[in-house]
């Protein structure tokens, strides 16, 4: 499945403006993502491909002059328009300053609103000098998710299919493979992503914090609990809560989970009273949890919960036409961080990227573009490539064995190869007819 709709994202603090936007943008044919503040709208750019920015400028905390400085420093590719319902030349010539295409003043009509987005968006393309075609990137660059191969199409079609509604989604996968970045997509894609987004690390948070940062706790619940306080589940309520490292949570946090699946209801910690709680929950495992139910480390009604939608995060080394679009985009990506431009790869470079494994999954090839770009002048070419890269690594598949079975295989394979004529197969060894036997024991 390959998406043709520009994505554009609206930012703007009132909620019947951003709907009144949304149904436009619909109608018009393009992929809206809605954000009702700055920092909303910079995690929605961090994790989607974005092709135009529409921002309100009177905006609480941060303003949208600030948000558009943001989007030229770190996304310059992206044109940006401006919509605002207190006029004035001087707030006009700084949004132009700052980076925006366009400038419309509310109220403003259907049509004024579409001519303005289709000149953004000619503008840009017109301008734009990416060494990346931008028709590759379209069709490989999805909500931050990089790639062209069948795995990564298959992802982008169960993300459409849960996006929009509450299910409880598992992703697994290998550390290294984008599970975190899997659901964001989720959520940003999703009729939830004006929502709370709150991520949380399982393995991070000591086990004796876990569950009052997860469920808040009422003043005296335990020592040092002198005012209530409440949890990452309060944070999250109307929108997702991304539940990282789920394996290593403990059972009592194990149980409390399943019975917010169950019930739909969180209970503070020291607390007696639950209450309801509206919130989609992802969780996400390196662990085989399967293999922890077993060892009674997790629960298995609570795996079942949490099961309901499986996505695995397939690691790198199974999808390796990804890695050339991750290539282009880390390249793409990382040219401004490091103030260059214009930088190329050689066929033979992307030739040995692409025959490595990559045990680190995608994380490590981004940390190796990174360094490559940091290196290389213009262009990368083998000699920047780290020897560790050039020869073929072990993987999962291909483990490591002891000298003796290395040596035994070999015999045999000799041995096969002379009709298992064991004097010639000595001879070929170069070893004598004893030592032959003994090695076959």
């Not at 690691?315 to 890695?323: A, I, Q, T």
């Amino acid at each position: 499945m390959k998406l043709k709709k520009e994505n554009i994202l609206i930012v703007d603090d009132n909620y019947d403006m951003l709907e009144l936007l949304q149904r436009n943008l619909k109608s018009f044919n393009f992929h809206a993502y809605k954000a009702s503040s700055v920092n909303e709208a910079i995690e929605v750019l961090k994790s989607t491909s974005i092709d135009l920015l529409i921002t309100d400028l009177q905006m609480p905390e941060i303003n949208g002059i600030e948000l558009i400085k943001y989007t030229s420093e770190h996304f310059p590719s992206i044109p940006k328009l401006v919509i605002t319902g207190f006029p004035s030349v001087d707030t006009a010539i700084n949004a132009v300053k700052s980076g925006a295409l366009d400038y419309l003043i509310k109220p403003f009509t259907s049509e004024e609103l579409k001519k303005a987005i289709q000149n953004c968006l000619k503008n840009s393309t017109q301008n734009s000098n990416h060494t990346i075609d931008k028709k590759v990137l379209k069709e490989t660059f999805y909500a931050g998710i990089v790639g062209d191969s069948e795995e990564h199409f298959k992802l982008i079609d169960v993300i459409e299919r849960v996006k929009d509604n509450r299910v409880t989604v598992l992703i697994e996968g290998e550390s290294g493979t984008g599970k975190e970045l899997i659901a964001r997509a989720i959520h940003y894609n999703g009729r939830f992503a004006s929502q709370p987004f709150i991520t949380v690390n399982c393995g991070g948070i000591p086990e004796t914090l876990l569950e009052s940062e997860l469920f808040g706790y009422v003043k005296g619940a335990f020592t040092g609990a002198n005012e209530t306080k409440k949890g990452l589940f309060h944070a999250a309520a109307g929108g997702t809560i991304f539940l990282d490292e789920i394996g290593n949570a403990s059972l009592t946090v194990q149980s409390r989970l399943l019975r917010v699946l169950q019930e739909k209801e969180i209970t503070m910690v020291g607390s007696q009273t639950p209450e309801k709680i509206e919130i989609r929950i992802i969780s996400a495992t390196n662990s085989n949890l399967q293999n922890m139910i077993k060892s009674g480390t997790f629960r298995e009604d609570l795996y079942y919960r949490l099961n309901v939608v499986s996505i695995e995060s397939t690691p790198l080394r199974n999808r390796k036409s990804d890695v050339l679009p991750l290539i282009n985009t880390f390249i793409k990506k990382y040219e401004k961080e490091y103030g260059k431009s214009n930088i190329s790869i050689t066929p033979k470079a992307i030739d040995i990227l692409t025959r490595h494994d990559w045990p680190g999954n995608v994380r490590e090839l981004e940390n190796i573009m990174q360094r490559l770009i940091v290196m290389c002048d213009h262009e990368i070419d083998v000699d920047l490539i780290p020897k560790q890269l050039k020869y073929k690594q072990p993987s999962e598949s291909s483990p490591l064995k002891p000298l003796h079975e290395i040596e035994k295989a070999h015999i045999l394979k000799v041995l096969s190869a002379v009709n298992n004529n064991k004097t010639k197969a000595a001879e070929i060894l170069q070893i004598d007819r004893k030592t032959l036997r003994q090695k076959l024991l």
